[in-house]
């Protein structure tokens, strides 16, 4: 009888055309993330069925890496059981439900292609999906706003940016018809992250990794995204000061680092959408008006969040929380808000007004295990800033709330941890 090994190992190193098929199509869902989103997730269901069919095809070889993996996979099954939980024994409406659906069919469906030696000898296709992905997008976005502010009156041609007075086509909202700023940027700056940590693998030259990155830095820019320009200026310090030290000068580092760190804050401040909400905090402090609930949608968010969790610290509110979030809007006063219905803004918050302490402890699990096995992965120097990106951009935004936040943190949380498991044969 053979050794169980030495199944998964021969099922590693033969892939067929169901786990070539899987790859690539794991590789469109990548690329097209940041196009609509029903896009990516046509490409998703393809990527899930060339699983399931691996599944059916190796079942005992790939129900081996299943065990094997269950520490890393486990987190994002016991969050979606959780959601699942609530879901049989509060109110059962499906929708509540069913965009968490991923952190159960990703891990486990998507596991065959995620753990073979062909994702592994292909990497470099696979992280270049999502950089040609973002990459595409940025120019379209940056190509159709120009276009659209030539005008040609009386012969003469002239640029007008604005759409309205104060509203110019190289705003935010503008250069995010797609998909929500905020997550646009938290891809885009992965994909700076990747341009830095990985160039050995993509096979970039610095000086076109250079170029990219400078490109999709602006992009950022225009995006004001607030808490991904912080994340921005403190990545791009990290990144430049990891390479100088490097070199043969020891000070150089320290005497770089700071000086980028300081211009990226000055072009923080300089920007238009950063100074309107700075200049609005400046004239409630002169006015005496300080009220942190009024200061944004987001702080008055973590207030109505703050007051449900006092509420209910143990167990949460249930799945329905959102449209008691939307209820305790609309008792303040914040009809806009209630009819919105906005989320908790904080995937904490967001969390713990949800699901309570057990979801709050199954998040951090969650959040934590890429620190845990980061040793054991197949690119080390990617976990941090990746978790880094993911944890500070869960303050401002409840990322596993939204299709966008889930496919992505989901996607590359299997992506960088479940892989190295080819690598050890």
């Not at 992280?127 to 003469?156: H, K, M, N, P, W």
């Not at 110019?168 to 905020?182: A, I, N, V, Y």
């Not at 990144?239 to 700071?258: D, N």
């Amino acid at each position: 009888m053979s050794h169980p090994a030495g199944k998964i190992a021969l099922f590693l190193s033969m892939p067929d055309k169901w786990e070539i098929s899987g790859f690539y199509a794991l590789c469109i869902t990548l690329f097209l993330m940041p196009f609509p989103r029903t896009f990516s997730l046509w490409a998703m269901g393809a990527f899930l069925f060339f699983g399931t069919i691996l599944w059916i095809q190796k079942f005992k070889e790939v129900f081996s890496c299943f065990r094997k993996n269950l520490l890393i996979i486990a987190p994002p099954l016991v969050y979606f059981l959780l959601y699942l939980t609530h879901f049989l024994i509060g109110d059962r409406l499906w929708m509540y439900v069913e965009d968490k659906l991923m952190f159960l069919v990703v891990p486990v469906l998507g596991l065959p292609v995620f753990i073979s030696c062909y994702l592994r000898r292909n990497r470099r296709q696979l992280l270049l999906s999502l950089v040609l992905g973002i990459t595409i997008i940025c120019v379209y976005q940056f190509s159709r706003a120009f276009l659209e502010s030539l005008r040609i009156t009386d012969g003469t041609l002239s640029f007008e940016p604005f759409v309205s007075p104060g509203v110019s086509r190289f705003m935010w909202d503008q250069l995010s018809g797609f998909e929500h700023p905020s997550y646009l940027a938290i891809k885009t700056l992965w994909v700076i992250t990747l341009l830095f940590l990985t160039r050995d693998i993509m096979g970039f030259r610095w000086y076109q990794s250079l170029i990219l990155t400078a490109l999709l830095s602006v992009f950022i820019f225009f995006l004001a995204a607030k808490t991904e320009l912080l994340l921005l200026g403190l990545l791009v310090t990290y990144f430049l000061f990891r390479s100088l030290k490097k070199g043969s000068s020891k000070l150089m580092p320290f005497l770089i680092a700071p000086l980028l760190l300081a211009g990226f804050i000055w072009a923080f401040t300089r920007n238009a959408r950063v100074q309107e909400k700075l200049n609005e905090i400046k004239k409630r402090q002169t006015e005496g008006m300080v009220n942190w609930k009024d200061m944004d949608p987001r702080t008055r968010s973590w207030f109505y969040s703050f007051q449900l969790i006092r509420e209910n610290p143990i167990l949460g509110t249930g799945l329905n929380a959102r449209n008691i979030l939307a209820e305790e809007y609309r008792k303040g006063g914040y009809t806009v808000d209630a009819e919105l219905r906005l989320n908790a803004h904080n995937q904490y918050l967001e969390t713990q007004m949800t699901l309570g302490l057990p979801g709050t402890l199954i998040l951090l699990w969650m959040l934590f295990n890429p620190l845990i096995f980061r040793r054991q992965t197949w690119k080390p120097v990617l976990i941090i800033p990746f978790m880094l990106i993911i944890c500070v951009s869960m303050i401002t935004e409840s990322i596993l709330v939204r299709q966008w936040g889930i496919m992505f943190y989901v996607m590359f949380y299997c992506l960088l941890l479940l892989p190295e498991e080819a690598d050890s044969e």
